[in-house]
């Protein structure tokens, strides 16, 4: 079974930096497309990024130029790197993991707890 773990989340003023990991401590996780989504207070989750096993790359306008997602198949690891943050990109930020790359949620079968990140002025 797919197990997603989440971490690298916090605090940080606006301009800053932070990287985000996730680990698949369960299966394999080569064949797998992952995704980050976020979901900030009182709106709907979406779509950051996502990356195929061949690291094929999709990303959102909102982070074009800012946030790089990668993946270490070695290791079970997906990262999102996330650079020039804004107040904006405050909120839960979520690895998921499915079959078909999209940036509709629903394609995705496995997600971790979340991790919050909060963006200060």
């Known amino acids: 079974q797919v197990h997603l773990v989440e971490s690298g989340g916090g605090l940080v003023q606006a301009g800053g930096s932070l990287r985000l990991s996730c680990q698949n401590v369960g299966r394999t996780f080569n064949r797998y497309i992952m995704a980050w989504f976020r979901q900030a207070s009182g709106k709907e989750r979406e779509f950051v990024a996502s990356?195929?096993?061949?690291?094929?790359?999709e990303d959102a306008d909102s982070v074009k130029g800012r946030f790089t997602i990668s993946r270490d198949n070695a290791r079970n690891m997906v990262h999102l790197q996330m650079n020039s943050l804004r107040l904006g990109d405050t909120a839960v930020y979520f690895c998921?993991?499915?079959?078909?790359?999209?940036?509709?949620?629903?394609?995705?079968?496995?997600w971790g707890q979340g991790t919050q990140v909060t963006v200060s002025s």
């Open positions: 998921a993991a499915g079959d078909y790359q999209s940036t509709n949620r629903t394609q995705y079968e496995y």
């Open positions: 990356i195929s096993w061949t690291g094929q790359i």
